[in-house]
Nanobody
Framework: QVQLVESGGGLVQPGGSLRLSCAAS????????MAWFRQAPGKERAFLTT????????TSADSVKGRFTISRDNAKNTVYLQMNNLKPEDTAIYYC??????????????WGQGTQVTVSS
């Protein structure tokens, strides 16, 4: 069993940066791939980026390549999402998830409650 808690969301101006954190509890964190998804109002949940259990591989959606970076610290049971050059269209609820190394949400068994990111001037 893994419990995930996101933090770090908030209001930021266009072009700004935020770093989201996702703290995990449970013994299986270091053996699970971790991912970030987001869901904007009226839209389906969308894959952003994922990182393998050891942190040696990452995959990102084209929409965030070069702007968003995922990383993890297995000693702290935490995964991060560094977001740079934020745009208004990045406004959404951001979720972290634990499971298989995949771009599909149904491959992830555990989800956090989400954190709101709003990009606006």
């Amino acid at each position: 069993q893994v419990q995930l808690v996101e933090s770090g969301g908030g209001l930021v101006q266009p072009g700004g940066s935020l770093r989201l954190s996702c703290a995990a509890s449970g013994r299986t964190f270091s053996s699970a791939a971790m991912a970030w998804f987001r869901q904007a109002p009226g839209k389906e949940r969308a894959f952003l980026t994922t990182i393998s259990a050891r942190g040696t591989s990452t995959t990102s959606a084209d929409s965030v390549k070069g702007r968003f970076t995922i990383s993890r610290d297995n000693a702290k049971n935490t995964v991060y999402l560094q977001m740079n050059n934020l745009k208004p269209e990045d406004t959404a609820i951001y979720y972290c998830a634990a499971g298989g190394y995949s771009t599909y949400h149904f491959d992830y068994n555990y989800w956090g409650q989400g954190t709101q990111v709003t990009v606006s001037s």
